[in-house]
């Protein structure tokens, strides 16, 4: 993997070249191959919500900010 120096916020950052621009690229990379994978795990509720459900819940959460 191949490092660069970039500035983030105006400091200069040692980052990897080919990794996601964000989060949201990230969720959107693995919703595509693994929509039904696990994501988050809450124990305490014995609940787990996969890719595909997180996805809906912001989904829903946009909707409900834009109103």
């Given at each position: 993997m191949r490092?660069?120096?970039e500035l983030v916020r105006g400091?200069?950052?040692r980052c990897?070249?080919?990794r996601p621009r964000s989060i949201v690229?990230?969720?959107e990379d693995r919703l595509a191959t693994s929509g039904g994978d696990v994501l988050l795990?809450?124990?305490a509720l014995r609940t787990q919500v996969t890719y595909d459900a997180f996805a809906r819940l912001v989904e829903?959460?946009?909707v409900g900010l834009l109103a």
């Open positions: 490092l660069v120096e400091l200069p950052v990897y070249a080919d690229a990230v969720l795990v809450d124990p829903g959460a946009a």
